[in-house]
């Protein structure tokens, strides 16, 4: 997924007041993108807080200067989620992560979850590969039960079980196709060591979807949701 200087533009300008509380997602993509914010934001004098959701996020914040505030003490204005896919209704998927966990718990937080996809990965109905986070003990036998849901693995990395930053392990199943959501996070959730899923019902806010320009989707003002984009010019950006 492209960071476009367009995408770090429009959330600066559009979404992000002075003051606000931010989180970021855990991800590769994430960090990287919340460093090209906070340069964006330096530039326009805009001061906000960030709960951080991995230690190297936590380590970047201060090295930028930014005030690092915890969930424990605030609730969070704004949300930023990179997405893997998306459907209609705004539910969608998230597979880069360093704990789902965390990305739940920041999910269920924020008053405004703006989400970040390309555009061939809005989908009329959600599948593929679902993360699933579980508890290190016992986890073959987690996996083994995932198995009802569609082929499951553990995920590694250098031959590895990849750990999160909860400490706990990723798995993965595959779901060809996705007819009932609810009941795959309700039976998910119902193996003992399944600890938090990547599919995200009902969490999302905003889509901004991209493919060399901008499409604005809320389900805040569903009637006028992609007034917004109509406002960019060809190349993407805003023309007020």
């Keep these: ?11 600066v300008d559009k979404y992000i007041k002075k003051g606000n509380v931010l989180s970021f997602g855990t991800s590769e993509m994430a960090e ?4 090209k914010v906070a340069l964006k ?8 807080s960030v709960v ?3 230690a190297k996020m936590a380590g970047m914040l201060t090295e930028l200067g930014l005030e690092v505030v915890s969930l424990n003490d605030v609730e969070i204005d704004v949300a930023v989620e990179f997405v893997d896919q ?3 209704f705004y539910n969608f998927i998230k597979r880069d992560s360093h704990s789902l966990v965390r990305d739940k718990m920041i999910a269920q937080s924020a008053a405004e979850l703006i989400i970040i996809a390309e555009r061939k990965n809005l989908v009329a109905r959600l599948h593929g590969k679902i993360p699933f986070e579980i508890a290190i003990f016992g986890w073959k036998r987690t996996v083994a039960q995932l198995e009802k ?12 079980p990849v750990k999160t930053e909860s400490n706990n392990y ?10 009932s959501l609810e009941d795959l996070e309700f039976q998910a959730k119902e193996i003992p060591g399944v600890l938090e899923t990547g599919l995200f019902i009902g969490y999302a806010d905003r889509m901004l979807l991209h493919n060399g320009h901008i499409e604005v989707k809320s389900r805040m003002d569903f009637g006028s ?8 010019d060809e190349k993407g950006f805003f023309t007020i």
Excluded at 32 to 35: P, T, V, Y
Excluded at 225 to 232: G, I, P, S, V
């Design 41 to 48: 934001a330096e530039e326009e004098k805009l001061s906000f």
């Design 149 to 160: 849901l569609g082929r499951a693995n553990i995920v590694l990395r250098d031959g590895r």
């Design 86 to 88: 998306a459907d209609n």
């Design 52 to 54: 951080p959701t991995s």
């Design 1 to 11: 997924m492209a960071l476009s200087e367009n995408l770090v533009e429009l959330l």
């Design 170 to 179: 990723l798995a993965e199943v595959l779901v060809d196709r996705i007819y």
């Design 32 to 35: 990287i993108f919340l460093k």
């Design 225 to 232: 949701q992609n007034k917004e984009a109509e406002l960019m």
